[in-house]
């Protein structure tokens, strides 16, 4: 089945407690993405990578890394924590950037920072 | 800068009435549109793409419009079910700069009545 896995799904955590929200597509799709929902502010891109080793920010990257080492993973990196980043996260992926490229989303991650 | 709107933010109908979800886009130069569904605390489930050279899309209950000089979409549920409680989010696939990056609207919240 075709499908964007992220793990984990609920993580309550500390402030500074360095952390990694994986996600993993089995498309063999080029461009992923992370998004963060937030109510009031809808979903916001954090970042994307269109390729092995290309990533770049998006319109909230303030606080996050990530890193694009195999196709199929995109791991979100948290270095130090901090309340304001308790939110939604989900990752996506697409098979380009076209006009025919449907994106499809994991099953998101809600992350609590204490 | 894109801005996407929805209207309305919510919407509550009884069960086997039409729903009709509307989209609107300030910047026209996009790669498509999509719609998505998300259940409470959930991920996003795609519904429909749209491609810009595209007017509209079929699926089942499901029929999308896009009028791409206007900055318009539509999403139709006919027949609409309990079952289609949840909000509806649509994405449009940016086409200059932010490669890529979906820029979402707020979404419309849907309660269908038995």
């Known amino acids: 089945e075709a499908q964007v896995t992220q793990n984990p799904r609920y993580l309550i955590t500390v402030t500074g407690k360095k952390l990694t929200v994986t996600c993993s597509q089995n498309?063999?799709?080029?461009?992923m993405s992370w998004y963060r929902q937030d109510p009031g502010l809808g979903l916001r891109q954090i970042y994307y990578?269109?390729?092995?080793?290309?990533?770049d920010k998006g319109d909230v990257p303030e606080g996050y890394k990530v890193s694009r080492k195999e196709k199929r993973n995109f791991p979100l990196i948290l270095e130090s924590p901090s309340p304001n980043q308790t939110s939604l996260y989900f990752c996506?992926?697409?098979f380009g950037i076209g006009k025919n490229t449907e994106a499809f989303f994991g099953q998101g991650t809600r992350l609590t920072v204490v | 800068k894109q801005e996407v709107t929805q209207i309305p933010a919510a919407l509550s109908v009884p069960e086997g009435e039409n729903l009709v979800l509307n989209c609107s886009f300030t910047?026209?130069?996009?790669?498509?549109l999509q719609w998505f569904r998300q259940d409470p605390g959930k991920g996003l489930t795609s519904l429909l793409l749209i491609q810009s050279s595209q007017r509209e899309q079929t699926s089942g209950r499901l029929n999308a419009s896009l009028d791409k000089s206007s900055g318009r979409s539509t999403l139709y549920i006919a027949a609409s079910q309990p079952g289609d409680s949840a909000t509806y989010l649509c994405?449009?696939?940016?086409?200059?700069?932010?490669?890529?990056?979906?820029?979402f609207g707020a979404g419309t919240q849907v309660v269908v009545t038995p």
């Open positions: 996506a992926s697409s």
């Open positions: 990578s269109m390729n092995v080793e290309v990533t």
């Open positions: 498309m063999n799709h080029e461009y």
């Open positions: 994405a449009v696939r940016m086409a200059t700069d932010s490669w890529g990056k979906l820029q």
């Open positions: 910047d026209s130069a996009i790669y498509n």
